[in-house]
Structures are given as structure tokens and as C-alpha cells.
């Protein structure tokens, strides 16, 4: 089975919100809202891969913190086969420059009640990392 490993951010305001960005029109789960992120490249640290995607995908320079959630998710491929990716959500503890839609077809930031409402809004595999997030946040 192939699998995918993919790291997100919980990034947040100094309102408390939370980033999200949605996925561009003609790729998998097209416009659907997650979270921040994007594949590990050869070699990466997870955190080398989430500061990366940051800078690429929402032109932000981050400093990554621990790690909140790990899940993992399996979707059938367009040929029927199925992969799995498994999804790392990390903190970002601070970043620089003003976050914008570069390379996601928008961004928005959402109170944290916005999951309660918009879950199907979400990619599946993205779902299960609010929860475990939530918990992580309130174990500091």
C-alpha cells in the first residue's frame, strides 16, 4: 500500500484563531479547508518540512514547536488502490511576515468553534487531528 506522510500546522492569531487554508480547484479533495502543510521531501525533518511548506504555500517564516496529533488515513486512489497518508500536526510557536495565499487557493482564520459547524468542510483525515489538538492544547 503506498503511503504519504504529510505535515500540517496549528498556527494562531493574537485572537486565538486558527489558520486554515483551502485546497486549489483540480487537485484531490479540491477546495475543502485544512489545515497548513504539505509532503515531507527525502531527508526532512518533519519541522524542516513544515517551515518549508509555510514559506511556499502562505509566505510565512515559522518556527515549528512540538508535535500535537499523528493520524493516519486511508483513501482510495483515482485507479482504486488504496494509500494511506499519515498526517503530523505540529505548533507553530511564532513566525514572521503576514500569511497570505500563494500557493492554496485561500486561507481563512477561524474561531475554534468553526470545527464544531464545518467538520465535512474538512478532508477526512484532517477530522480526527481537531480532537487531538484540542487535548494538546489544553495538557501545556
Known amino acids: 500500500m503506498r503511503k504519504k506522510q504529510v505535515v500540517c500546522a496549528w ?5 486565538g484563531k486558527i489558520l ?4 486549489k480547484a483540480g487537485t484531490h479533495l479540491e477546495h475543502l479547508w485544512e489545515f497548513p502543510g504539505g509532503k515531507l521531501e527525502p531527508g526532512e525533518t518533519a519541522a524542516q518540512a ?3 511548506e509555510l ?9 515549528i514547536g512540538r508535535e500535537l496529533a499523528r493520524v493516519e488515513h486511508e483513501y482510495a486512489g483515482k485507479d482504486g488502490a488504496p494509500w494511506t497518508v499519515e498526517l503530523i500536526l505540529m505548533e507553530v510557536v511564532r513566525y ?3 500569511p497570505r495565499a ?8 477561524v474561531a475554534d468553534a468553526w470545527f464544531d459547524a ?22 501545556r
Open 11 to 15: 498556527i494562531n492569531d493574537a485572537n
Open 50 to 52: 513544515l517551515a518549508r
Open 55 to 63: 514559506k511556499e504555500e502562505i509566505a510565512i517564516d515559522a518556527e
Open 20 to 23: 486554515l487554508t483551502q485546497r
Open 102 to 109: 500563494v500557493d492554496v487557493a485561500d486561507m481563512q482564520w
Open 96 to 98: 514572521v511576515g503576514a
Open 118 to 139: 464545518h467538520m465535512d468542510d474538512m478532508p477526512p483525515a484532517d477530522v480526527p487531528l481537531v480532537d487531538k489538538a484540542r487535548q494538546a492544547q489544553k495538557v
